[in-house]
């Protein structure tokens, strides 16, 4: 199975500020197809997961432009330009390009300072 | 637009079975495959199974092969079968559309099942 370390598992960040999430594979997630399946979600509190990024990079539509994902074969990152108060809530990534079974990080926790 | 709507969670004595649905509406069903995800209370999120388009393809995680059963019919409705239930079995139940650019691109708004006696 795929393993996704996430770092770190807890973010303070002051408003305005920029922030910054990494997510390693324990393998390389460039998929036969050569795509890479590496997606990032966002969870506010008490709300369902939304995706944010999908294909390492691609923002889903709605989703604001400080909001950038990039990275390769097993490094990956998610920045967040200037943080927002609704920014607030845990950030995970997922692999989707070696299944059985999908394989999400552990979840960073993004809080305001 | 599309929605995902969840339901059939709730208490349930260990070892029991209960069935989750989720009910899709505002896409073309038949093109999706589609999966379940939970989340233990405070935990993080752990993919459960998946069901190809057709529904010839079925994919389980390893805490619940044996026990877990997916399916769907042409109504718009996903399910889950959960049986020989445990307490590490208590999440809330997420179904989430696997879009070919990537999966989750939609999920519903959860079910919740608690295992106790």
């Known amino acids: 199975d795929v393993v996704m370390t996430q770092s770190p598992l807890s973010l303070p960040v002051t408003l305005g500020q920029p922030a910054s999430i990494s997510c390693r594979s324990s393998?390389?997630?460039?998929?036969?197809?050569?795509?890479?399946?590496l997606n990032w979600f966002q969870q506010r509190p008490g709300q369902s997961p939304r995706r944010l990024i999908y294909k390492i990079s691609n923002r889903d539509s709605g989703v604001p432009d400080r909001f950038s994902g990039s990275g390769s074969d097993t490094d990956f990152t998610l920045k967040i330009s200037r943080v927002e108060a609704e920014d607030v809530g845990v950030y995970y990534c997922m692999q989707g390009s070696h299944w059985p079974p999908y394989t999400f990080g552990q979840g960073t926790k993004l809080e305001i300072k | 637009q599309v929605q995902l709507v969840e339901s059939g969670g709730g208490v349930v004595q260990p070892g029991r079975s209960l069935r989750l649905s989720c009910a899709a509406s505002?896409?073309?069903?038949?093109?999706?495959?589609m999966h379940w995800i939970r989340q233990a209370p405070g935990k993080g999120l752990e993919w459960v199974a998946v069901i190809t388009h057709d529904g010839s393809g079925k994919y389980y995680a390893d805490s619940v092969r044996g026990r877990f059963t997916i399916s769907r019919d042409i109504s718009k409705n996903t399910y889950l079968q959960l049986s020989s239930l445990t307490a590490e079995d208590t999440a809330i139940y997420y179904c989430?559309?696997?879009?070919?650019?990537?999966?989750?691109?939609?999920w519903g708004q959860g079910t919740l099942v608690t295992v106790s006696s």
């Open positions: 505002g896409f073309t069903f038949s093109n999706y495959a």
């Open positions: 393998q390389s997630l460039v998929h036969g197809d050569g795509n890479t399946y």
């Open positions: 989430a559309r696997d879009d070919p650019s990537g999966q989750g691109d939609y």
